[in-house]
């Protein structure tokens, strides 16, 4: 039976997305069998970048508009200089042909990498299935994280 | 060294020299022997680490002019 690798993705960072994606596609040519598992702020990788994203109610609806997501819009962990620095990392990766958080995120799941998202952060950020990419496949909690992860000597804390 | 297929990956950083690999390779025979071109030095360790956990052969590494030529054989 193939090896197991499972990812919790809380962080909704650029950069560390791209560690992430990067151990995901590296785990998956080693003929692993990969799980991500996105939670709270982690859900923006999986956010949706084009239209509104709709929810209910005065405090979620402010937040889905303070904290939009999409997997083309995530800040930088350092220097993000409101959007400055974002911009020159991405120009330094593109002139080094190095794909971007949304191009790894596809090749990830192109690769097998199982994408799960988290219903209750989904519930309590008032984040609907239909603001979340199709390339999800399963909605999730904890046990079942756990239980992945049970079985995996590589469980990493993104 | 002779190789049945050659994958150009210069230019490349992770994890897109060892994704290519592990592509390129699954359309080969077992036997036949796999040329990766790459200018990343990682490619150094990760081609060994990456035969040793796949269970297929390291035929050999050169390096010429900040360049490698790392020959892996498919084996099953």
């Given at each position: 039976m193939a090896e197991k690798v499972t990812l919790i993705m809380f962080s909704g960072d650029m950069d560390k997305a791209l560690a992430a994606f990067n151990v995901a596609i590296?785990?998956?040519?080693?003929?692993?069998?990969?799980?991500?598992?996105?939670?709270?702020?982690?859900?923006?990788?999986?956010?949706?970048?084009?239209?509104?994203?709709?929810?209910?109610?005065?405090?979620?609806?402010?937040?889905?508009?303070?904290?939009?997501?999409?997997?083309?819009?995530?800040?930088?962990?350092?220097?993000?200089?409101?959007?400055?620095?974002?911009?020159?990392?991405?120009?330094?990766?593109?002139?080094?042909?190095?794909?971007?958080?949304?191009?790894?995120?596809?090749?990830?799941?192109?690769?097998?990498?199982?994408?799960?998202?988290?219903?209750?952060?989904?519930?309590?950020?008032?984040?609907?299935?239909?603001?979340?990419?199709?390339?999800?496949?399963?909605?999730?909690?904890?046990?079942?994280?756990?239980?992945?992860?049970?079985?995996?000597?590589?469980n990493l804390f993104v | 060294m002779k190789a049945d297929v050659t994958l150009d990956c210069v230019g490349l950083y992770c994890p897109m020299p060892i994704h290519n690999t592990a592509k390129s390779l699954k359309e080969l025979k077992p036997g036949q022997v796999l040329e990766v071109l790459a200018s990343d030095e990682g490619i150094k360790t990760d081609a060994p680490a990456w035969c040793k956990a796949t269970g297929n052969e390291l035929l050999g590494i050169e390096e010429a002019g900040g360049e490698y030529r790392v020959y892996i054989r498919k084996s099953k």
């Open positions: 590296g785990a998956t040519s080693m003929g692993m069998e990969v799980s991500m598992f996105f939670t709270f702020w982690g859900l923006n990788l999986l956010k949706r970048n084009e239209g509104p994203i709709k929810s209910r109610g005065i405090m979620r609806k402010m937040l889905n508009f303070m904290n939009r997501g999409g997997a083309k819009r995530l800040p930088l962990s350092r220097f993000h200089m409101f959007g400055l620095g974002k911009w020159m990392m991405g120009r330094l990766m593109r002139e080094s042909k190095s794909p971007s958080p949304q191009e790894l995120l596809i090749l990830a799941h192109e690769s097998g990498v199982k994408f799960m998202a988290c219903t209750t952060s989904m519930g309590i950020m008032g984040i609907s299935k239909e603001a979340l990419i199709s390339e999800v496949d399963s909605f999730a909690g904890v046990a079942t994280y756990l239980a992945e992860a049970k079985e995996g000597r590589i | -």
